[in-house]
């Protein structure tokens, strides 16, 4: 393999011989392809491969296939990425709004049956947590119907091949460039049939001065806004890079590893048994012709190989003992240290990819600390995300007239939404996102320090916590139940009394922790 430095006299020689000579253009492009590859072998990044602050479109591209390809085939990456979805989604999520009119519009758009395809699913949540692991990069785009009605789609990455910013401000995105192909069915053939396409989206927040119809002769689809989330990457780039990107190579090697040393033993297995004979090679050939078989190859042999258990019988000449492979081999506990540069990626314990013997009695009801605030950020990072479209599905909504409310505009053009609340005043629409405790808690002490905080130790509901719907809403969090608003609707009707309300609620928690305690005591 050339060097650094013979490749920088090959350019130099290149250069001199350009001057005394008409090498054509297209030979002098091979060569140079040539050198761009033999750069990259010695250690040089491929040029066009990374700018200065952030990877090509192309290198992104190539980088999420082998992250597709890894999450469907490696282990490894599977059970991190996986693990990571279980811990941000497993236990659901409760979305929901305090004012009536909100909470309406709210669940209408996650009860939609096509946005639950795409985002407000269980399984479309699981989905979309696994993709921004990934590709680190999501493009939702709003499609809005003439009653306000949003519904919400995503664009695949690597179809986006530009953002565009303001001149201005790099921070502030304005149009997103979209390369792909679009697929058709001829009917007259029945062959299928796929068209380029090129057009650009609006970011969602981008409030244009005048809306131009094209851009270069393309298209720009107002209509269709488009929301970017980006993770894995650097303040300053455009796109996000796969969070599993710095695991993969050392996912690779770990395989590798496993592989050369299950080749290595499978090698050994080829002989279990060492005869060792005096008789020269008659009893060499003696003792092969005894232990030897051709059954099955229609020679007409008939010596079958001796039954699992037979016994060996021979005289003093003859020694017959097993091969022994114990510390003949590198042990497979050896690649540990490349399986911990996954875990180290991923922020997960070891013991999560299978080493259950690292693991302690605590590990089913607790995480590392820092394990423990990755998937609480990640939870904080995806409440911001629905907050964010579910705002914009109450701005439309308000602007088509569909919820009361009135649209607001600041200073910069920013549109700000303000609704009608339940007492008939203006208010900033609320919208609660609550995740169940990460950890596996004790339900017997959390209701128990729930109860002391709201009625001071089994007494009066002391005011501590004013609201008993909003207690009875922590309790139900705790316990990990289903469908949190449906049980505090009926806990709480609006035709009821808040304060025996209050007390029936009271009552039942006490009923609640003594029946928990009960329960505790006896396992």
């Not at 990044?45 to 085939?73: D, Q, T």
Request: aromatic share 8%; net charge negative; glycine share 8%.
């Amino acid at each position: 393999m050339p060097s650094k430095r013979d490749l920088e006299h090959l350019i130099e020689s290149m250069s001199g011989s350009l001057e005394d000579s008409s090498i054509e253009q297209s030979n002098l492009t091979e060569r140079l392809h040539d050198l761009e590859l033999a750069l990259e072998d010695v250690g040089w990044y491929k040029l066009g491969w990374m700018s200065e602050k952030e990877f090509s479109r192309e290198g992104l591209r190539k980088i999420n296939i082998i992250a597709r390809y890894m999450y469907l085939k490696n282990p490894l990456i599977r059970r991190g990425v996986d693990i990571q979805a279980y811990y941000v989604f497993g236990q659901g999520v409760n979305i929901a709004s305090d004012q009536e009119a909100v909470n309406d519009t709210v669940q209408g758009f996650l009860n939609d049956s096509k946005n639950q395809a795409e985002l407000t699913s269980h399984q479309s949540r699981m989905g979309k947590e696994a993709e921004l692991q990934l590709y680190a990069n999501l493009f939702f785009t709003f499609f809005t119907d003439p009653k306000g009605a949003v519904r919400i789609r995503t664009i695949p990455c690597d179809e986006v091949s530009e953002i565009i910013t303001n001149p201005e401000d790099c921070k502030e995105p304005q149009y997103y460039k979209r390369e792909w192909s679009q697929a058709s069915l001829d009917m007259a053939s029945g062959q299928p049939q796929a068209e380029t396409r090129v057009a650009y989206y609006p970011d969602w927040r981008y409030q244009a001065v005048s809306r131009a119809v094209t851009i270069g002769g393309k298209p720009i689809m107002w209509e269709s806004p488009v929301y970017h989330v980006r993770t894995g990457g650097l303040p300053d780039m455009r796109f996000g890079v796969s969070e599993v990107y710095p695991a993969l190579d050392w996912a690779r090697a770990y395989k590798e590893f496993l592989e050369n040393w299950s080749t290595i033993v499978k090698a050994y297995a080829r002989f279990a048994w060492s005869i060792a004979s005096k008789g020269g090679a008659a009893g060499v050939a003696a003792a092969k012709a005894k232990l030897g078989s051709t059954i099955g190859t229609g020679s007409g042999e008939t010596n079958p190989p001796p039954l699992t258990g037979s016994t060996f019988i021979s005289t003093s000449d003859t020694n017959l003992q097993p091969v022994r492979t114990a510390g003949a081999t590198t042990s497979a506990e050896d690649g540990r240290r490349l399986m911990l540069m996954v875990a180290a990626t991923m922020g997960l314990p070891e013991s999560f990819f299978g080493d259950v013997s690292v693991g302690t009695l605590a590990t089913a009801k607790s995480l590392d600390r820092p394990t423990e605030l990755k998937m609480v950020s990640r939870q904080t990072l995806w409440a911001d995300i629905y907050r964010a479209i579910l705002d914009y599905v109450l701005y439309q909504a308000v602007k088509a007239g569909s919820l009361s409310g009135k649209i607001i505009e600041e200073e910069d053009g920013t549109p700000r939404v303000e609704v009608l609340d339940d007492e008939g005043g203006m208010a900033v629409p609320s919208i609660n996102v609550e995740f169940p405790p990460i950890l596996e808690h004790d339900v017997d002490a959390s209701i128990s320090a729930l109860v002391k905080a709201a009625t001071l130790d089994g007494k009066a509901p002391a005011g501590t916590i004013p609201d008993m719907e909003v207690l009875s809403r922590m309790l139900l969090n705790v316990l990990g139940a289903e469908n949190v608003d449906d049980m505090v609707a009926q806990m709480f009707p609006e035709d009821g009394e808040p304060e025996e309300a209050g007390k029936v609620f009271v009552a039942a928690v006490q009923e609640l922790r003594e029946a928990v305690s009960g329960l505790v005591e006896t396992a």
